[in-house]
């Protein structure tokens, strides 16, 4: 497991986010340090998408400052492409490209956009699948594979990018319960092989076991940060004891 | 020689009923006859060149008209609705005229028959098309967007391999229907001489008499053109959704 450095490689200062008149983040700080685990949770429509969108630049922030890996974000199509080079997603819907083949999903990016041949793209794209235990679908098509398969075809395909940093928006939220264990599975072997993640989801479970740093979100504000020993024992404001008691006692 | 023989008996069939038809015109069993459908499906050539040629300009117009309109830039998207408004209210017969016989007049440059066709169709067609475009690519998904944003494609690449892709599959049958219109405006162009279907047809009245007869096979040259044209785009529709559907 990688040490975590002195520099965080994530650095959002003061940064906010409207939607029209509404604030959808507020003056939102956050650190996080190369090989972090970082969990977010809370109420919907408190941020939480709203927060992570904003790191790879799905979300315009409207103050602060955001700086990953040493690159400001900012309209610079040079910044934004730095950014997405080194961050990489994972959301709710899966969001494959139905008309092409899984692996064809998996090398669409690297093919078009690292300039990676074609062979040497598969040749990764294999080593993804294997990875995410799915190798033998890499000739179908997104809607001939389980909810479960779709989901980790996903991941495999953003990790073919060679991110340094995933982001998980909700990963396992339109998954049958049955299949929401085979995608946090390979998720929690991501986080063991040292990859820098911050992960929305309302796993307790997986959150315990994985995450390094809880994020507790209500209202675009972050209300709670803390260990997830220190977070789940002694949460300290009222907002997130409420959310932890409802979320855990069901 | 099949459709020969299924006219003989469409005629042979109608001839009964009335003293009025005439069929010995487009008789093939007789030399005449036989010439003369000949002379007219002669047509047949220059109604699919033209409207296939006029088709493929006004996708491609269509599409590069439809990207701006799809764009945050408010002037781009006026630039957009202007056009597809403006060619969208001329009639094509107007166009036809106004392309033939005043475009050469404004640039000094002469321009064949067939181009004069080809330009006034695809141009007129490119509005639609332009519209047909805009609701394909806009009925695609914005988690497509976001996950070719996150796999770093560029604009063009996303457009290319991504979106453009999944909302061809959905406009197919809007572009059949299109394809079918444009073989039918196609006949208008007979106008400035073009020797098309409807062209042929028009000379061969002038020279045999024959109206009913003549435009009869006319309609029926016209209706089987378009129902292979639409049997071959239902095809192509279940060939590319074998691969759709998410
Ligand atoms: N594109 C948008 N336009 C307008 N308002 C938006 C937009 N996206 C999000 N919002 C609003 O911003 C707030 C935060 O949304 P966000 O999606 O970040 O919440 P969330 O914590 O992820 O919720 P959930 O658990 O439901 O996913 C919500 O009130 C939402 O309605
Ligand atoms: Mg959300």
């Known amino acids: 497991m990688i040490s975590t450095s002195a520099q965080p490689v994530i650095r959002m200062e003061g940064v906010s986010k409207f939607f029209g008149s509404f604030q959808a983040l507020k003056d939102v700080s956050l650190n996080v340090n190369s090989g972090d685990r970082v969990v977010v949770c809370g109420p919907s429509g408190s941020g939480k998408s709203t927060l992570i969108r904003c790191i790879n630049r799905l979300e315009k922030h409207e103050s602060g400052s955001i700086i990953v890996d040493g690159v400001t974000l900012s309209d610079s199509r040079e910044s934004l492409n730095a950014i997405r080079a080194k961050v990489g997603m994972v959301f709710q819907q899966f969001n494959l490209f139905p008309h092409l083949t899984v692996l064809e999903n998996l090398t669409l990016g690297p093919v078009r956009a690292r300039n990676t041949g074609k062979t040497e793209a598969a040749e990764l794209a294999m080593r993804y699948l294997e990875r995410v235990r799915i190798p033998e679908q890499a000739e179908k098509y997104p809607r001939q594979l389980s909810g479960g398969q779709q989901q980790r075809v996903a991941i495999a395909r953003s990790l073919c990018m060679e991110p340094q940093i995933m982001l998980f928006d909700e990963p396992t939220s339109a998954l049958d319960p049955e299949m929401i264990n085979e995608v946090l599975e390979v998720m929690a072997e991501l986080a063991a092989s040292g990859m820098t993640m911050i992960c929305v989801t309302h796993e307790m479970g997986f959150a315990r076991r994985v995450a390094d740093k809880m994020v507790f979100m209500d209202h675009g504000e972050i209300v709670e940060m803390s260990p997830p020993e220190k977070f789940f024992s002694t949460p300290e404001s009222q907002r997130c004891q409420d959310f932890l008691q409802k979320i855990l006692h069901h | ?246």
């Open chain 2, 1 to 246: 020689m099949k459709r020969p023989l299924i006219l003989l008996g469409f005629a042979s069939l109608l001839s009964g009923c009335s003293a009025q038809w005439g069929w010995y015109v487009v008789n093939p069993a007789s030399p005449t006859g036989m010439t003369n459908l000949q002379f007219l499906l002669s047509g047949l050539y220059y109604t699919v060149l033209l409207s296939l040629t006029a088709i493929s300009i006004s996708v491609v117009t269509g599409l590069l008209v439809a990207l701006p309109g799809l764009s945050d830039n408010r002037y781009l998207r006026s630039f957009n609705r202007v056009y597809v408004e403006l060619v969208r209210a001329v009639p094509i017969l107007v166009l036809i005229l106004w392309v033939y016989y005043g475009l050469p007049q404004l640039t000094s440059l002469t321009i064949s028959v067939f181009w004069a066709g080809v330009i006034a169709l695809a141009l007129s067609d490119s509005a639609f098309q332009a519209e047909i475009f805009r609701a394909g690519i806009q009925s695609i998904n914005k988690g497509q967007y976001e996950a070719a944003h996150s796999v770093s494609l560029s604009y063009p690449d996303t457009m290319r391999f991504v979106i453009l892709p999944q909302a061809i599959r959905r406009i197919l049958p809007a572009l059949g229907n299109q394809l079918v219109y444009m073989l039918k405006m196609s006949s208008l162009v007979s106008v400035i001489g073009m020797q098309e279907l409807t062209r042929k047809a028009n000379e061969l009245v002038v020279t045999e008499y024959r109206p009913l007869e003549v435009y009869t096979v006319l309609v029926l040259e016209y209706l089987a053109l378009i129902l292979i044209v639409s049997a071959a785009v239902r095809w192509l529709e279940r060939r590319m959704q074998t691969d759709e559907r998410n």
